[in-house]
């Protein structure tokens, strides 16, 4: 799926550097606005901003904290916009879950759980969705959340058992039943 | 079950994100329909010889419409044979300047308004 960078340099630079960070910068767009397409567009935009800074012969010092900025201030500029629009919930809250092979029955529980997941996610402060992002979509450790996050090892850990008992208290509220 | 264990909500949450993260990772669209980057001073030269070129487009032009114009002789002397301004014939006191009428001769008949 990678487009030939060719043999410009710094294309070939570029390329490298959205196979890098491109998933986290997704992370953590997804983390503000629970819509995994909107947070692809939202990653694609930042990685074009960078690429027209470089066209401008800008020359940005850490490309991956300009990256996660620029990501967190499109999606929340448009949680903003649609929260006004729409009121709590996207619109496409509930048609967004991606189909899989599996029996139908399968695929409707498993869509209902994710659904109620995704809406009691959206319910969490945005600190709890970047850590819980981070950990379950990239499967990130402790040391390399702490990376992104800029905190301590330390606090990664503190604050992933507090997100996680949040949402678990919030799923057991809701009574939603999650496989064995 | 509840969601009150933990290896449980691992794993929900891990098959949740994990349907949520585009697989395959598409291709960066920044680099899809955007040409390579031109320095800044490479773009500067092509905007210099651009002009260069500009400029030397104008003057070929001038030059084949100059080429043009002195390659057909004109078929009328430019310069008027007289001096321009004073009418031929005419004097300096203004005698001269018209012709006087000719007197045309009256016939036997009145006019047709008689």
């Known amino acids: 799926m990678n487009p030939d960078p060719g043999a410009d340099p710094r294309r070939r630079e570029f390329d490298a550097l959205y196979q890098r960070f491109g998933r986290e910068v997704w992370a953590l767009a997804y983390a503000r606005w629970p819509d995994a397409d909107l947070a692809l567009d939202v990653s694609q935009e930042a990685f074009l901003r960078l690429w027209k800074q470089w066209e401008a012969g800008e020359r940005i010092e850490n490309p991956r904290a300009w990256l996660m900025r620029v990501a967190r201030n499109l999606a929340e500029d448009f949680a903003k916009s649609s929260f006004r629009r729409n009121g709590t919930q996207p619109p496409q809250m509930l048609n967004g879950v991606k189909s899989a092979t599996k029996s139908p029955q399968d695929v409707l529980e498993e869509r209902e759980m994710y659904e109620q997941i995704r809406g009691l996610m959206g319910e969490l402060a945005p600190a709890d969705r970047d850590i819980l992002t981070l950990k379950y979509a990239l499967d990130y450790d402790a040391p390399t959340i702490a990376d992104v996050l800029h905190v301590n090892v330390s606090a990664v850990h503190m604050r992933l058992s507090r997100a996680r008992q949040r949402l678990a208290d919030r799923l057991t509220q809701a009574g939603v039943t999650l496989p064995p | ?114």
Request: aromatic share 4%; hydrophobic share 35%; net charge neutral.
């Open chain 2, 1 to 114: 079950m509840t969601s009150s264990s933990p290896d449980g909500l691992d794993r929900a949450l891990t098959a949740y994100f994990h349907d949520q993260v585009p697989n395959p990772w598409p291709a960066c669209r920044a680099l899809e329909g955007n040409p390579t980057p031109v320095p800044a001073a490479r773009r500067r030269n092509e905007s210099v010889s651009g002009r260069a070129i500009l400029a030397l487009s104008v003057a070929a032009l001038l030059g084949f419409g100059l080429l043009l114009s002195s390659g057909f002789p004109a078929s009328h002397p430019a310069v008027p044979a007289t001096d321009p301004g004073v009418l031929r014939g005419s004097t300096a006191d203004g005698t001269n300047l018209i012709p006087p009428p000719k007197k045309v001769p009256m016939g036997d008949k009145e006019g047709p308004l008689n």
